[in-house]
Structure formats: C-alpha cells, structure tokens
Antibody, heavy 120, light 110 residues
Framework: QVHLVESGGGAVQPGGSLRLSCRASGFTLKTYAMHWVRQAPGEGPEWVGYIWHDGSNTYYADSVKGRFTMSRDNSENMFFLQMTSLRVEDTAVYYC?????????????WGQGTLVTVSS | QSVLTQPPSVSGPPGQGVIISCSGSSSNIGTKTVNWYQQAPGAAPKLLMYKNDQRPSGVPDRFSGSKSGTSASLAISGLQSEDEADYYCAAWDAILNRVIFGGGTKLTVL
C-alpha cells in the first residue's frame, strides 16, 4: 500500500529555516518523480517544485527559487525539502506527492501534509 | 490570479450532472495534458483524472474528462452528496516550466 508521510513542519520566524522530510513506503521511490505542493489556509494548492526520479534534475516555482532545495535518498526511500529565508507567505500545509512515469505530471498519491507556520 | 481559469462554484441537485471548465493557453492545456484533483474539506487533494480523460483506479465512471484546444472540462453525472468538494485542474506549463493549478471550483450538491 502506497504511503507518503511528511514531517518536519512547525513554527519558525521570518528568515528562518526548516527541513521537511517525506518518507515513502509501499513502493520503490526510485521509479517516481516527486513533487512538493503547498496550500495556504483557505487557498488552493500551489506547486512548489519537483525532482526527477534519479535526482538529476529539479524544477522550482519562482516564489521559492533560490530559497528552497529539494533532494532525495532513494536508498532510504526519503524525499526532502530544505527551506531557507522563510517568509510569512510561505505559511502553508506542505504535501509531498508522487508522479508516475508517463503520467503527464499527475500527482497520483499524496501525503497527509505537514504545517509550516512562519510568523514573528 | 491563476494561469488556469475555473469557475469559483458550481452546483446541482442529487442525481443531476455538472460540468467544470478549465481554461488555459497554448503553453499549458494547448500542448500538455490536464489533470484534475478533488479535495474534500480537511483532506489532501486526490487525483481524479489524469492525461485529460483517464480515471485512476477506484474513481467512479460518473466522472469524465475531456480537452479541446486550450480548454478542458470535468463532467460529473449522477451527483451524490459525497461529491461536494473543491475541484482543481492542473497542467504543466512549457513556458513557465512548472505545474500550474487552476483557482479551484467548489461543488455544492443542493
């Protein structure tokens, strides 16, 4: 059974850093591209970025480029989002999601999300 | 303002059908496939339709998708109370080089 579990969220001051983790189980992570999507309270989903199945390529939303970095450890079935220079507008629930090969960037399975709150 | 445009809300009585539209441009819907997500309150989004008209396993055939030019549609027939949710279209944008989501449509089953 496919399972994605995010962790690492919490409260942080503006300018601070957090590292989110996504643990995958029930499937072989190395087969899938992986995405981070966030959702601010009362808003729709906002795509944050994605990383190829082998980690060789990454794409980021303009709003986080230069501040956020995705990485993955396929041997440990883990996927990460390092967030620096956090801003109030980064406050959101952050989801990891998997993207099967050839799906046309379809986010087939999602975690339950982890809340990041940026506030002074 | 979202790159993909959806109506803010649609509604219909139980048993009837509704269509949710998603309008984009040549750099996204016009050249890439469209995916649809359903999000119930307090839950993570769930993939409802992928590659324009493909239903993931477990999605009832009351849900169907289509695409024409730079627009896509999600049709829901035989409305049920559990269909009340927010619906989002999404696609890759070849110019922006990112996944873009529509602003979402809230479905109310009257």
């Amino acid at each position: 059974q496919v399972h994605l579990v995010e962790s690492g969220g919490g409260a942080v001051q503006p300018g601070g850093s957090l590292r989110l983790s996504c643990r995958a189980s029930g499937f072989t992570l190395k087969t899938y591209a992986m995405h981070w999507v966030r959702q601010a309270p009362g808003e729709g989903p906002e795509w944050v970025g994605y990383i190829w199945h082998d980690g060789s390529n990454t794409y980021y939303a303009d709003s986080v480029k230069g501040r956020f970095t995705m990485s993955r450890d396929n041997s440990e079935n883990m996927f990460f989002l390092q967030m620096t220079s956090l801003r109030v507008e980064d406050t959101a629930v952050y989801y990891c999601a998997r993207d099967p090969p050839g799906s046309g960037w379809a986010l087939e399975s999602w975690g339950q999300g982890t809340l990041v709150t940026v506030s002074s | 303002q979202s790159v993909l445009t959806q109506p803010p809300s649609v509604s219909g009585p139980p048993g009837q059908g509704v269509i949710i539209s998603c309008s984009g441009s040549s750099s996204n819907i016009g050249t890439k496939t469209v995916n649809w997500y359903q999000q119930a309150p307090g839950a993570a989004p769930k993939l409802l339709m992928y590659k324009n008209d493909q239903r993931p396993s477990g999605v009832p055939d009351r849900f169907s998708g289509s695409k024409s030019g730079t627009s896509a549609s999600l049709a829901i027939s035989g409305l049920q109370s559990e269909d009340e949710a927010d619906y989002y279209c999404a696609a890759w944008d070849a110019i922006l080089n990112r996944v873009i989501f529509g602003g979402g449509t809230k479905l109310t089953v009257l």
